[in-house]
C-alpha cells in the first residue's frame, strides 16, 4: 500500500485522535487530578541518580543515535530531568552524542538545567561529547568512555538500532546500574538481557509525564490512553467483521486502504 | 575486494586484533584505536558530507545554476553556532525550533503511514463461512489474543487491580517475554555470521591457513 | 537563471547582510517577542507536512476543474534544503571533538598521543578522501592519494566497522549466561522461547526432532516449526501491539512539541 | 566481595574464549554436519521441481549490498537449482538497484558452468522503477513493461521471450529480499491471478513472513542463512556459501544454548545451598 496521501477516514481518525489528547491536556491543566500507575523502570532512575551520588563517580546519558526527531527529543527530555537532578546533587553527567545538531540541543538543555538549580557556573559544556556519527565508532567510543569514566549510572534512552548490546554491555563491564528505554522495540530484549532497569514500548513517551508529574504531560498521557483505546477498538469491530467478509470486502480494510479519488 | 593488496589486509588485522583486545579489557591498544576510528569515522563524515550534500545539493545549483536563494540555507545551518554565545543563544533555538517543528509536522504524519497498514494486517479472519473446522484459523485467534493482552498491559492511567484487565495485562506481559525471546534466539545467528566473518577473514585471508572446503 | 557572476555575488552579499540585519533586530526586541516568533517557526514547520499529507493528491472540485496538491512540489526541494542545513552543522561535531582532544594534547593529559592520533586520523580521512574525489588522479601524487584513501577505508575504516559490529556475538553468549536465569515465571517463558528459537535455527538444533513426522499434528513440534510458530505468531503480534502503543506516544509528542504545549526545561526556556 | 568479581572476570573471558575456539574449530577443520530440511524451503524446491517446461520462473532480487551475506547465497542456491534443471529462469527488481547486478555476477558463472546460453535460457531485465502500479501494469504485459534488458537490448531481440507475455507464463514468482516487499506480489499476482509466489528473506524478516506461509499464500520460503544451507543441500549445491558456514554456526548456537543450561544449574546449585541473591540483571 502506498500512502503518499491521507484519504477522508484517515482525517477523521487524526482529528479524532489529536482532539482526545488536547481536550485532555485541557482538562488537566484546569486542575483535574489523574491518576497513573506506577512504572517501576521509571521510578528507578531517580534511585540511580541518588546511588552515582553516593559513589562520587559521573553518570553518563545516552540520547541514542537519532537527530532532531520525535524519539531523540523525548531522550532529551528525560535527559534535562537527569540533569537537574545532577546539577542539584554536584553530580557530573556525561551525555554522549551522535549527531552535530544535537551537540547544540543537548549543550542549550544542559546549560538550562544547571541555570534553573542556581549553579550556573558549575555547567560543564566538555561533557557533551560528540563521538561520531557512525553507527560503530558511536558505541566504540561510549564503551571506552563508560570504562575509563568509571561511570555508576548509564542511562540509555532514545533510538538504539544493533549497537544497544554493545553499549549496555560496556556498562556491565564498568559496574554501573543502567536504566534503558527505547522505542526501538527489536532491541529491547538486548537491554532487557544487560540492564537493571528497562522501560518497554510506549512506557518510553510516559517518561516525562511520569518524572515531572506535570498536569499537561499527564493530561496528554490519558489521552494517549484513550487514542490506543480507539485503536484497540477498531481492530476489535475489524476482526468481527472479518467473521462475514473476505479480506478485501471488509468494509473496515476499505476504509482504511482506499486511496483518494481511486 | 576480490584479491587486495597485502598492506591493506594486515591493516585490516591489526584493527581486527586491536579492537577484539577489549574483550579481555580496556587497554592502551585499543584505547588508541578507537581514537584512530573516531578520527577516521569524522574525516568520513567530513568526506561524505562535502562530496555528497554541500557540493552537489548547495554548492552546483547556487553557483553553477544560479539559484541564489540557497544561500539562505548556509545562513539557517550557520544559526546553529550561535549555541556557543550566551546572550544571542536564541538565534540558534529558532534554528532548531525549525527542525523542532517540521520534526512534529513528520510525527504526525508518520502516524497515519506506518499505522494504518499495520491496523490493516492486525486484521485477520479467525473464523468465517462456511463455518467448519477447516476455516477455522487457530492461529490467527492467538494473534488477536497476544495483540488484545500486550496492549492492555500498556495503560498507564487505570490501576491494575480490576480482575479482567489484571489477568489480561498479566497475559500480555507474559506473552511480550515470549516475544523478546524469541527475538533474542532470531538474532544469534546473524551476529555469530558477522564473527564468521571476521574469523575467515583472519583465518584463510590473512594468516593464509588451508580453507578444509 | 543568473548567469553573470558578478551580479550572482552581489546578491549573496545582499541575502547575508540582509539575513545579519534581519537577526540584528529581532534581536532587538523583547524575549516574549522572540519566544513568539520561535513558537510560530515551530508550527509553520510542521504545518507544511500536515497540509501536505492531508491535501488529497489531486482534489475533484466540483465536477470541471482538478487541483493537484500544491504541496507536494515542495516536498522534494525542502527535504534537500533540510539536508543541506543539516550539512552545514557538520562542525559542530567537530568543533567538540577538536575542543575535547585539543585540550588533551596542549594540556598534554595523559593520553595525550591517542588524541594525535585522532587528529592524524581524522586529517588523513578528509584530505585523501577529498584529493581522491577532486584531485588530479593521474599525476604520481593523485595515484598515491588515491591507494592511501582505499587503505584507510578499506583496510581500516571497513574493518572496524565489522569488527566492532561482530562484537555482538561474545556479548549475546554473556549476556545469556548472566542474565537467562529461570528466576521467575516471566523470565523463564522467556528464556525458553529463546532456547527454543535457537534450537529451530541451526541443523544440530534440528537434528534432536527430526524423527517426528513433517506432515500431520506432530510435526508441530520440530524445533523448527516451534521456532517459526513463536516468532510468526507470538513476536510478530506482541512487537506490532507494542509498536502501537509507541506510535501513539510519538504522535502525542508531535502534537505537544508542534502545538507548543510541551513541557520541561528545553522547551519552557526564556531568552 | 572482591573474590566474586574476580571470579565473574574470569568466567567472562573464558566463555568469549570458548566462544572463539567454537567458531574457528568448524573452519578449520571440514566437520560434515546432516542438515535437516525444514518444510517451507522443502515446499519451495518441490515448487521448482514441479514446474512444467513451458513456464519461466521469476527470480525478483529486491536486495542489495547490506543484506548479501544472507541474501545472495539464497540467491545462488536458487539459480544453482534452476540451471541445473534446465529451467528457464527472469532476473529482475524494482526495490535496490544493486539487486539484478549483484545477481548477475552470481548466475553468469553458474549458467556457464551448465552450458545455459544468456538470451535463451535465461535473462536479466535489470533494475525497473516503480512499485505497485508497475508489478501491475507487468503482470498484465510482461515485455511492455521491461521494454529492454539490463544491457538495454530491446525484448523483441531476446529469444527467451518468444513465449513470455503476462503472468500466463509465469511458473513461480521467488521474491529474494532484505525489506518489505513480498506483499506487492501477494497481492497483485498471487491475489489476482493466483500465480505462486515463493520467498527467501533474511532471518530477521521471518516473523513478517510466517502468517502469508501458514495461510498458503507462499508456496515456500527460504528463511535466512539456514534455508540457503537447506537450500544448497537439497539442490546438491557443492560450493555454496551458506552450508560451509552451518558447522560454525550450528557450534555458536549450541554453545549459547549449553551455557543458558550451565549458568542455570550454577544459580540453583548456589540458591540451594545459600539462598544467596541473584546476581545479574531483571528477567
Known sequence: MNLEHANTFHLILMIVICATIVLTIITAKRGRKLFIRRIPGLSAIDETVGRATEMGRPMLFSIGLGGIDIPTLQAMGVMSHVAKLAARYGNRLIVPVADAMMVAVCEEATREAWLEEGKPEAHRPEDIRFLSGEQFAFAAGMMGLVIREKVASTFLFGYFYAESLLLAEAGQESGAIQVAGTPATTQIPFFIVSCDYTIIGDEYYAASAYLTQEPTLLGSLVGQDISKAILLLMIVVGTILAFFYVEDKNPLIQLLTRAVGG | ?213 | MLKHHWLLWIIIFAAVLGWALLLFLIGKLRSREKKLIIIVTTFLGGLFYVLEFFFPGKLHLFSWKTVNNPFTPFLEPLGQAFMVIGGFTLLLGVINLTMVHGGNIRKLKKGWYNSLAFFVAMFAMTFFGLWDAYGKPTTAFGKTAHEIYLSLFNGALVSLDATMFSLLAFYMATAAFRAFRLRSGEATVLVLAAFLVMMGQVPMGMWFTHGLPTEGSLSGFRTENIAMWLLGIISMSGLRAVNFGVGVGALAMSLRLWLYLERGAFFEQEF | ?283
Open chain 2, 1 to 213: 575486494m576480490n584479491h587486495p593488496d597485502a598492506w591493506i589486509i594486515w591493516i585490516g588485522a591489526i584493527c581486527t586484533l586491536a579492537v577484539y583486545s577489549i574483550l579481555y579489557r580496556e587497554n592502551p591498544v585499543f584505547r588508541f584505536f578507537e581514537h584512530v576510528y573516531i578520527g577516521l569515522a569524522a574525516g568520513y563524515g567530513i568526506f561524505t558530507t562535502v562530496t555528497q550534500v554541500l557540493v552537489p545539493q548547495w554548492g552546483i545549483p547556487l553557483f553553477k545554476e544560479g539559484k541564489w536563494y540557497w544561500i539562505f540555507a548556509m545562513l539557517i545551518g550557520l544559526m546553529f553556532y550561535f549555541v556557543y554565545s550566551k546572550r544571542q543563544v536564541w538565534i540558534a533555538r529558532w534554528a532548531m525550533a525549525l527542525f523542532i517543528g517540521t520534526g512534529a509536522g513528520l510525527g504526525i504524519v508518520g502516524f497515519v503511514t506506518e499505522f494504518v497498514p499495520q491496523m490493516k494486517a492486525s486484521i485477520k479472519p479467525i473464523w468465517h463461512a462456511p463455518w467448519n473446522l477447516n476455516s477455522f484459523s487457530f492461529n490467527n485467534l492467538l494473534l488477536f489474543f497476544t495483540l488484545i493482552t500486550v496492549m492492555s498491559y500498556f495503560f498507564f492511567s487505570i490501576e491494575h487491580k480490576r480482575p479482567v484487565l489484571k489477568g489480561s495485562a498479566k497475559t500480555g506481559r507474559w506473552l511480550l517475554m515470549i516475544a523478546f525471546g524469541a527475538i533474542f534466539g532470531n538474532t544469534v545467528m546473524a551476529r555469530v555470521s558477522l564473527f564468521i566473518d571476521r574469523m575467515q577473514f583472519l583465518l584463510f585471508e590473512w594468516l593464509k591457513f588451508h580453507q578444509p572446503y
Open chain 4, 1 to 283: 566481595m572482591m573474590q566474586e568479581k574476580r571470579k565473574v572476570f574470569y568466567i567472562r573471558r573464558a566463555i568469549f574464549l570458548i566462544m572463539a575456539i567454537a567458531v574457528a574449530i568448524p573452519l578449520l577443520v571440514k566437520i560434515s554436519m546432516p542438515i535437516i530440511v525444514s518444510w517451507p524451503t522443502r515446499d519451495l524446491y518441490e515448487a521448482v521441481e514441479s514446474l512444467s517446461k513451458d513456464k519461466i520462473v521469476v527470480i525478483s532480487v529486491n536486495w542489495g549490498a547490506g543484506t548479501q551475506g544472507e541474501t545472495a547465497p539464497q540467491t545462488a542456491a536458487l539459480i544453482y537449482h534452476l540451471a541445473s534443471k534446465h529451467k528457464k529462469f527472469a532476473i529482475w527488481g524494482w526495490a535496490t538497484p544493486q539487486g539484478p547486478l549483484l545477481t548477475q555476477q552470481i548466475a553468469e558463472p553458474i549458467a556457464q558452468k551448465f552450458g545455459l546460453k544468456y538470451g535463451v535460457d535465461w535473462v536479466n531485465w535489470g533494475f525497473k522503477t516503480g512499485s505497485d502500479q508497475m508489478v501491475r501494469a507487468w503482470a498484465k504485459d510482461i515485455p511492455g513493461t521491461m521494454k529492454e534488458d539490463f544491457k538495454h537490448t530491446p525484448m523483441t531481440k531476446l529469444p527467451f521471450m518468444k513465449n513470455v507475455r503476462d503472468h500466463k507464463d509465469i511458473g513461480l514468482i521467488v521474491e529474494i529480499t532484505g525489506s518489505a516487499t513480498v506483499g506487492t506480489y501477494i497481492r497483485y499476482l498471487y491475489g489476482i491471478y493466483g500465480t505462486p509466489i515463493a520467498y527467501a528473506c533474511t532471518g530477521v524478516m521471518v516473523p513478517e513472513a510466517f502468517p502469508y506461509l501458514d495461510a498458503g499464500q507462499l508456496v515456500g520460503m527460504m528463511r535466512g542463512l539456514v534455508g540457503a544451507a537447506e537450500y544448497e543441500e537439497l539442490a546438491g549445491y557443492k560450493d555454496g556459501k551458506a552450508g560451509k558456514r552451518m558447522a560454525a554456526q550450528s557450534f555458536a548456537h549450541m554453545l549459547i544454548i549449553a551455557l543458558i543450561i550451565v549458568g542455570n544449574v550454577g544459580y540453583f546449585i548456589a540458591r540451594r545451598s545459600k539462598n544467596a541473591p541473584a546476581e545479574g540483571g531483571q528477567p
